[in-house]
């Protein structure tokens, strides 16, 4: 995309974005909450135009191309996606009806083929024991993992997902960055964003990072130059301690400013 800003009002959501994905490549976007990042992910998905500048999304370009025959080419998973699945829907007929670009089943007929990619997709995502299950009776890491099998449903070029950990425990976020690891790793895969909060929750195997802060690029490009101590800082507007062990990410507030507030008693400080 270029140059693309998103206005509501008088609040610009996103400021004059520049931005390209390549084949092959596995993006995490960070940055403080508003900072634009659903946005962003929603014009990259069609699911909103811009206000000024050009969205080129898989070699089209927004405004001037069908985005019902766009969208079924994006996978997408997002909590305002997961939040329109009626409760009572089957796992099954959630990951299923991604082939037709909605979220409860009607009258659309699906066929065998269909159905047996939505059983495979169910199985690779750990969740095929819950297939009748309806939707509204899994556990919040059951449902990531269906929302994930329904984004992919399709067979996207690009897979988005918005906050894919958000909400789960240790274990469940353990075994999420792992399958998302596994998918990063694989060169039939799709281009891949990924919206989080946290360093921790970026999987092994991505490859760039954008920072977003109010509506602006901080830093953008591969991951290692993207993630430093410095641009994190600047990014959350506090001192912020990038560490990286054995490939995964963490970040510590600087341990002054950390325990400048709350030190009643003067004590080591200092690693
Ligand atoms: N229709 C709208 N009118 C005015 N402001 C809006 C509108 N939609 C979104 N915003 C604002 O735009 C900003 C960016 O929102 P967005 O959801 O993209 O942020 P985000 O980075 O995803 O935040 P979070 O980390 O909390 O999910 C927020 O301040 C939000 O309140
Ligand atoms: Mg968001």
Known sequence: MAS????????????????????????VIL??????????????????????????ILEEVMGAVDVFELRPRIGLASASL?????????????????????????REKYDQMDESRARQLAAGWGVAGLINRPFGSLSEGERKRVQIARALMT??????????????????????????GTLA?????????????????????????????????????????VLTSRNLTETFSLPLHIHKDNGRFTATAAVETASADVRDTPGPSGR
Do not use: C
Request: proline share 6%.
């Open 185 to 225: 790793k694989d060169e039939e895969a799709p281009a891949m964003v990924l919206v989080t909060h946290h360093l921790e929750e970026v999987p092994a195997g991505f490859t760039h990072a954008m920072l977003l802060r109010e509506g602006a690029i901080v830093a953008a490009g591969p991951l290692d130059d």
């Open 31 to 56: 940055g403080p909450n508003g900072a634009g990042k659903t946005t962003l992910l929603q014009i990259a998905g069609a699911r909103v135009h811009p206000t000024t500048g050009v969205a080129g």
């Open 82 to 106: 997961t939040s329109q699945i009626p409760s009572h829907e089957s796992v099954l007929n959630v990951i299923v009806t991604a082939a037709y670009g909605v979220t409860g089943r009607w």
């Open 155 to 180: 067979d996207p070029e690009l897979l988005l997902l918005d906050e894919p950990a958000a909400g789960l425990d240790l274990g469940g976020r353990e075994d999420l960055l792992q399958r998302l």
């Open 4 to 27: 693309v800003s998103v206005q509501r009002g008088s609040k610009t959501l996103l400021d004059s974005i520049d931005w390209q994905v390549a084949e092959g490549e596995r993006w």
